[in-house]
Structures are given as structure tokens and as C-alpha cells.
């Protein structure tokens, strides 16, 4: 079915009543992919995750989701709503169960090699589905819009191949600063900055990377054939927390490259960058979902959704405004703050919706595009 083929009423309804088969297909298909994982830890996994996995835990995880995909297909099939993704989800985790199930055993050691970091595409999937949409249901700024809203399919694909590839995004991202910021790296430096406190390193990269990502992000608006890659994420004419992964992968790459390089330089210990990198993924999910309230405080301090909501908004006088991912006062200070008060957006997207639906034909906009 076509993304644009239902009102928003219908995929209200759909998110309602098929519920049962949404979620039997959704967890059948993670579950599968955990066993498939268990199978094949050196090319799918990630060798920092794997090191801290509690493999008792995670055998108990997909255990449990597997019998729930079996159990609400069948409640999908039984009351014949959402039938057809319930006998998705139900022959998804059949196929899981004749596979080995939570039960796989993985030969240790497992050898370092070339992967593709699928384990971390399961993870986050799950963890940010089960916060975000329940919040999301609970306290909606935009209540009426549906779960299955247009273009959901399209910022899953961008979510899935982001995830799929993150080992060679992160080679693509890495090598610049290898390569061009290695004469730039002090080991003194690189030594007293390791040596400071966790928390404060944390803090600390995190006012770096955002002050290298503010730079990337203006000029991804301002030079006219970068604004082609960037356009992509500016599409979404609905926003929630699957939005923001529309991102074009040169887009991704560029902006990790330009982060990634000072924190590279001034030698942040790997626990530090680990916490940046846990942080800006739930920041980045939080500021583009659909969710209201705000705090005055927390808005001088934290890039919040209404903040970024602006930065997204279809409005004249909100173009090129609020381009910090997590600290608001580096758009006070270079004067792109727009953040008028107890208002939000009436809309989102680029005016005439240049961007294509689809992520195959997002990925090739840039490359065709003339505007």
C-alpha cells in the first residue's frame, strides 16, 4: 500500500485496531535478527558491545519477544484484525524458534573482523520504540497524528540503513580525522584531558561536538549543493521520533566527520565518547518528537522539541534558525536563536515539497536535483 494511499483518520485506525499484527510483525522481525546475530556475532555484531553484552539477559529478551510475537499473531489472526501481520509476525518467529532461538550458542572468542553493527539496529529500534511512542501516545503535542503517519516507511528505511552501515560510516567518518588532524594532535594535551574527571569530560565533548556540529549544520543551509543532501532531513512534513532519521548518508557522514575530529584531537578517554555518543542519539531522537510542554529553564540550557520543532518549521521567519543539536546558547551567541515564546510551529517541510518520497529516491536527490 502507498504511503500516501490512507487519510490520517485510516492510519488512526490502523495504528488501533491492528495493533495486535504491528506489533507481532515488529517483534518477530527484531527477534529474528537477534538469533540471526547469535549465528553470525563476527559479521553482524559489534565487537564494544559484545564486550559488555549480559548474554543471560539478552537470551531471556529475545526468549520473551519471540513467545509475545507468537502469542499477539495469534490474537491478530483469531479476531482478524491486522491478520496479515500477524501471520507475518508468527511465521517471523517460527522461523526465529527453527533457527535455534535465544538458545544459539556463541563460540568464544569471537574474532574481530569487518561487521555490520546489526546488533546495534536492534537495540536502538527496540529501546527507542518502547520510550518514545508510549510518551509520545501519553503526551502528544499533536494528538491527532497518527503513529503510521506518511512517510513512516520512508524514515524507518533511513533508520535501517544508517544502523546497517554505521561500520563503514564510522570508517568513512574516522579516516578524515586520522589523516588530516593527526599533525594537530599534542599528547600532552590529549594526556591532561584524559586525565580530568569523567563528568566533566562528558560535559565537555559534548560543548565541542556541538560547537563543530553548529558549524557543519550552518553550512550545510548555506552553500546551495550541500543544502541538496541536507533538504532530505528538512522533508519530513510531520515530525516525531522516527523523523529525524531521515538523513541523507553523505549528510551523516559529513556532519560525523566534522565532530568527530576535535574529539579525535583533544583525547577524550572512550568511555567519555561512548557516553557523548548514548547522549546525542536519545537527544536527537527527543528533539524532533512529537511531545509537548515546555520549561523556560530547561530551554536555556538544552536544545528541547519545541527548540528544534522551530528549526523545522515551514514559517519564513524560522528559516535558518537553531542549528545547535543540544546547547540553545550557541545560537544565542552567533544570532540564530528563534524561539518565540509559548508558540510552536503550524507546520513543517520545505514550501513546494521538492523532495521525493521514498528512500532510494531521497539517496539520489542531491545527484538530480537543480534546485
Known sequence: MAEGALDDRGRIQLGR?????????????????????????????????????????VRTSIATGLAAALLLGGLALLFDRGRRLGALGVALALAAQLAGGAGVEVAEPVPRSPHLGLDWFVL???LLAALAVPLERAFARLPQQPVFRRGWRTDLAHFFASHLLIQV??????????????????????QAVAAQPLALQLAEAVLVADLAGYAAHRTFHAVPWLWRF???HHSSEALDWLAGSRLHLVDAVVTRAVVFAPLFVLGFERAALAGYLLWVSFQATWIHANLRGRSA???????????HHWHHAAEPE?????????????????GTLYLPEGRWPERYGIDGNPVPPGWLRQLLYPLTSRG
Not at 578524515?176 to 590529549?190: C, E, I, K, S, T
Open 230 to 232: 541536507h533538504a532530505v
Open 169 to 190: 560510516i564510522s570508517l568513512l567518518t574516522l579516516a578524515p580525522a586520522l589523516l588530516l588532524f593527526r599533525v594537530a594532535v599534542h599528547p600532552a594535551l590529549q
Open 17 to 57: 485496531r491492528w495493533l495486535p499484527g504491528i506489533l507481532s510483525a515488529f517483534l518477530g522481525c527484531l527477534g529474528l535478527l537477534a538469533v540471526l546475530c547469535l549465528h553470525f556475532p563476527a559479521l553482524l555484531t559489534t565487537p564494544e558491545l559484545r564486550a559488555v553484552y549480559p548474554m543471560a539477559l
Open 124 to 126: 536502538d529500534l527496540l
Open 318 to 334: 524560522a528559516r535558518d534558525k537553531n542549528f545547535a543539536v543540544h546547547l540553545p546558547i550557541l545560537d544565542w551567541l552567533f
Open 297 to 307: 529553564l530547561l530551554e536555556r540550557v538544552l536544545a528541547t522539541p519545541r527548540f
